[in-house]
Nanobody
């Protein structure tokens, strides 16, 4: 089985920065895509950013220009640097990945972390 464990959430004032980290562990052959989603209260979960095995990145519109995603393939980790945070960035941030769990696997499996709370005060 695979686990995604997030860290780095917390309370920050508007204009401040936070860095989220996610580590994947378990039965992993290859991580194809790894990234972050967020879900604010009473809203749908939305893409924040993701990075592929080839280091191509995709950023959601809501935080584009204020965030940077980076990935360490050797360590199976992904980090999200968030700057110029706004109160509307308050949400639970979830680590997400599409993983091939063995060399014989014919499809990717989708995994989610439990989430880390980010609260931005005004």
């Amino acid at each position: 089985q695979v686990q995604l464990v997030e860290s780095g959430g917390g309370l920050v004032q508007a204009g401040g920065s936070l860095r989220l980290s996610c580590a994947a562990s378990g039965t992993i052959y290859m991580i194809h895509v790894m990234g972050w989603y967020r879900q604010a209260a009473e809203q749908q979960r939305e893409l924040v950013a993701q990075v592929t095995a080839g280091h191509s990145t995709n950023y959601g519109d809501s935080m584009k220009g204020r965030i940077t995603i980076s990935r360490d393939r050797a360590k199976n980790t992904v980090d999200l640097q968030m700057d110029s945070l706004k109160p509307e960035d308050t949400a639970v941030y979830y680590c997400h990945a599409f993983i091939r769990t063995s060399d014989q696997a014919t499809r990717l499996q989708e995994f989610w972390g439990r989430g880390t709370q980010v609260t931005v005060s005004s």
